[in-house]
């Protein structure tokens, strides 16, 4: 009998726990429905009560939060079942309108669970920003200590020795394959999590021999709220206004940190993340572009095979109030047309499965297959949630996908075995990577309904991976800070990082001893590829992208990366591996002046750091920061903190430092969002205050502006204060105030004001991607140049006065150099070649502006453009 059949016949008749009852509610009033969408950085939030500033440094901590915490640690058998922390109710919990499970219920009922099985374990993987237990939920037939410790290590062989594990017969008789499915990281979109506590409670009491085989050949992992705190307010983002299913790459949330360190530990062979709202439900694979390091001969035969065998079980089911997909009209409907939407076969672009900052997509480099699945029907705009009635469609339909999903792998999954075998075996042994043609497509093992819907043209970009990423040590090295903090994300990621035993000479450059090296002869060798490499340009293969489309860690992390060789040559020398990056922090003996680079993030924040002891500082014209007798005790807390290498000042700096910049602790006034906020913070700035155009307004005639103790105003969003504000802010800035900003709204409030000249273009609003970039002689970002920035979208800027300086420039040939940027909906790339991308600016009394038009806060994720911020905040809080 199939998992299928078994496990329909079981939803709710044959389980009589309680923990299945949902309890009914009454809806709240349609005006107490919350916005959809992100949280602004003003107030406290309903779920918790903490600040934002909490929720900031919340987001920032606990597991797998640092890169040696990147892996969870699992039970030693099975069943694991400790004691779960009950969380109170929350007054206008928002699943009280749709009749989902409240977060408050979900610990009491896996209890219960608990408590009535040996099959059902649940462990903490993390806690959400707002606090909360973010629960891994296994599913599986009881195991001795000795039976788990050799499912680690078929796990281990799998990946480090993947040519033995093709052939090792007990693996192949023994080991029980994961699967893994996972919903509500959109915290407003909550189905996906009811049916998964259906189908946990289905299969921890079913008595058939069906279920039982199952449970012996398979683990099941469930991760059933991915966003308590947006489950509980009715939010898609996080509670600090991050969307965490675009952060599986920067990691900037607990909950995609929490996310990427269950992919990297469990392996899956499938997961399924569950999703919402699409008018019909939708089950990937999706539609080209697809991503240049994925394996798609071993990925789309079974994804795809998958998909269709969940739209015959959903077609099957004939569940009252759902929808079907008109292949005709593109459009879902109530006819029962016999179809769900399958991207890969429905959408010929636009649902694209390119970048890996999405759960599914990313947990493919992982070595799984992968789906993201969208539920059917969506919010009631007077609720702000589903309808009880769509909800409870939608949580059936997502019940019955799951369950065609765990049948298709349990029946395929000695395939599927293989091909994730194969997929380590390429990186290990370093074979080429090869782009699927019209040939070898036919080659390809495994169901093939997919082979006539590949696009040998569009489908694909050919890459050509390199022997190795060498990320240099020394004069070689923009930023030994970025450098390190690039590492820990790599190592945070599972990629694999050596050191070079000795000097090196790689096509004609030398690289010392003690660089590090990201050998492309390893499992992860498509994670690696994706994360360091620059990608493509693909603009002309569809009009638009449903989100960005190049994400580099070595253009866009601010340190110094070479990619070296080709994948077939041979291993660049001796190199030792690393776990965790050395330190090298050190405070020189008998020094009365230190300095230190300023470079990097991390060096920004020990600067900030030690300027708020009140330690005298100066800014040396080499971009360096000299630190005087009376800040050597806040020096030494920053050796131990941020892992900062001073060195001695010679005569000649402290000489010098009459005419140096004197550097003082900031106040920074803001106007943003979550990105503004986190990206200062992390930058060290830690007196921010949120101001806006009426606060300004409102507060002219008394001195109540927000301004009044700030150093520097960041414009991260429109500021345009009427006539007396207008008055207060130039009274300010004649004072000494100083503005740094972004994008057109940046350039217009330093522009009202006189500190800058000229026009701001904004190029295609939905262009994003890495940008090549020149950095002028005397520009303030000269001592330490960058060659790439990032942009969402492009912004330059043209016609500008004498007073207005070029600080950095778009490249004068080819600007664009990965990503989605075309003339659809603005000016397209070329129009921005050799165009000034950051200006600055100085009035006569001596007040200063820089002004960006590329995206230097995007998500936290451009980390070489938050140094630049940096810079030219001090740059320009330090003018006369």
């Keep these: 009998m199939s998992l299928q059949r078994t496990i329909a016949g079981l939803s709710g008749a044959a389980v009589a726990l309680s923990v299945l009852a949902v309890p009914a509610a009454v809806a709240d009033e349609p005006d107490a429905s919350p916005a959809d969408g992100g949280r602004g950085p ?36 099975y069943p694991y079942q400790p004691e779960l922390t009950v969380y109170d109710p929350v007054e206008g919990d928002v699943t009280e309108r749709n009749e989902t499970i409240a977060y408050s219920d979900i610990a009491p009922r896996l209890a219960e669970l608990m408590a009535a099985s040996d099959r059902v374990s649940t462990q903490v993987v993390g806690q959400s920003t707002g606090g909360r237990d973010l629960y891994l939920v296994t599913v599986t037939a009881p195991e001795t200590r000795g039976e788990t410790n050799q499912q680690t290590r078929w796990r281990e062989e799998i990946r480090q020795d993947p040519e033995r594990a093709a052939t090792d017969a007990q693996l192949a008789a023994g080991y029980k394959t994961p699967l893994w499915i996972s919903a509500n990281i959109h915290g407003n979109e909550w189905e996906g999590t009811d049916a998964a506590m259906q189908v946990i409670a289905d299969l921890a009491t079913a008595e058939d021999e069906g279920t039982a085989e199952l449970l012996e050949s398979h683990r099941l992992y469930f991760s059933v709220s991915l966003n308590p705190d947006g489950r509980t307010i009715g939010t898609r983002a996080t509670e600090l206004g991050f969307d965490a299913n675009r952060d599986m790459v920067t990691g900037a949330t607990p909950e995609a940190r929490s996310f990427v360190a269950t992919a990297q530990t469990l392996q899956p062979l499938y997961a399924a993340d569950f999703h919402g709202y699409t008018g019909v439900l939708q089950v990937e694979p999706c539609g080209p572009p697809h991503g240049d390091n994925y394996e798609y001969d071993l990925f789309i035969p079974h994804g795809y095979a998958l998909a269709q065998q969940v739209e015959a079980d959903v077609v099957d089911a004939d569940i009252e109030g759902n929808t079907y997909f008109d292949t005709e009209t593109g459009r879902s409907t109530d006819e ?10 429905d959408t010929p672009s636009g649902w694209d499965d390119y970048p890996p900052i999405f759960t599914a997509q990313y947990a493919a480099y992982h070595g799984a297959v992968t789906s993201t699945v969208e539920l059917p029907h969506g919010r009631s705009w007077s609720l702000g949630t589903t309808t009880p009635e769509d909800a409870a469609i939608n949580t059936e339909v997502a019940r019955v996908t799951m369950v065609s999903m765990l049948d298709y792998v349990a029946a395929h999954s000695d395939e599927m075995l293989a091909n994730q075998i194969e997929t380590f075996r390429r990186g290990v042994e370093g074979a080429p990577k090869e782009s699927l043609t019209t040939e070898t497509i036919a080659d390809v093992a495994g169901p093939d309904a997919w082979k006539e819907l590949w696009d040998v043209t569009d489908d694909q970009e ?38 070079l035993q000795r000097s090196t000479e790689v096509g004609g450059e030398t690289f010392p001893a003690g660089s590090l090296v990201v050998d492309m002869h390893q499992p992860r060798r498509g994670l690696a590829n994706t994360l360091l490499a620059t990608g493509s340009d693909i603009s002309e293969k569809l009009p638009t992208m449903y989100d960005i489309s190049a994400w580099s860690l070595a253009d866009l992390w601010g340190a110094t990366v070479v990619a070296v060789g080709d994948t077939t040559d041979a291993a660049l020398g001796g190199t030792t591996p690393l776990h965790r990056v050395p330190q090298d922090g050190v405070l020189p003996k008998k020094a009365d002046h230190v300095v230190f680079d300023l470079a990097g993030i991390e060096d920004f924040r020990a600067l900030n750091a030690i300027l708020s002891e009140d330690a005298p500082a100066w800014l040396l014209d080499d971009g360096r920061a000299v630190v005087g007798p009376e800040g050597l005790p806040a020096a030494a807390d920053a050796v131990v903190t941020f892992d900062i290498p001073f060195e001695a000042a010679t005569a000649a700096e402290v000489a010098s430092l009459d005419e140096a910049a004197v550097l003082e602790d900031l106040t920074v006034a803001y106007t943003g969002g979550s990105d503004d906020v986190v990206a200062l913070t992390d930058l060290g700035f830690d007196d921010l205050v949120p101001v806006s155009s009426s606060g300004v307004s409102a507060g002219a005639a008394d001195g109540t502006t927000g301004l009044e103790d700030a150093d520097v105003l960041w414009v991260g969003s429109s500021f345009n204060p009427d006539a007396a504000g207008d008055a207060a802010v130039q009274e300010w800035l004649d004072a000494g105030g100083a503005i740094v900003g972004e994008s057109t709204s940046g350039f217009a409030a330093a522009e009202a004001y006189g500190l800058v000249e000229g026009d701001a273009v904004r190029g295609n609003s939905r262009g994003n991607g890495i940008v090549a970039v020149d950095t002028p002689t005397g520009s303030i970002f000269a001592p330490h140049p960058q060659d790439t920035s990032f942009i969402y979208p492009a912004v330059w800027f043209t016609g500008l006065g004498e007073s207005t300086s070029v600080e950095l420039a778009y490249d004068a040939g080819s600007p664009f150099l990965a990503g989605h940027w075309n003339g659809l909906y603005g000016p397209g790339q070329d129009v921005a070649a050799g165009q000034a991308a950051v200006v600055s600016g100085e009035t006569a009394t001596g007040a200063r502006a820089v002004v960006f038009g590329t995206t230097p806060f995007f998500r936290t994720h451009p980390k070489g453009g938050m140094s630049q911020v940096a810079t030219a905040i001090f740059w320009a809080a330090s003018g006369d």
Excluded at 339 to 344: D, F, L, R, T, V
Excluded at 465 to 471: D, G, T
């Design 462 to 499: 050919p890459v050509d991976l390199p022997r190795a990423y060498v990320i240099p040590v020394g004069d070689g090295q923009r930023s030994s800070s970025d450098a390190e903090a690039l590492v820990d994300a790599l190592l945070y990621h599972g990629v694999e990082v050596g050191t």
């Design 336 to 345: 029962k047309t016999g179809n769900i939407k399958i991207p890969y076969r």
């Design 42 to 77: 003003e107030g406290t939030p309903a779920t918790t009560g903490k600040s934002f500033a909490e929720l900031v440094q919340a987001a920032k901590t606990g597991p797998a939060a640092k890169a040696t915490d990147s892996s969870l640690e699992m039970p030693t058998s």
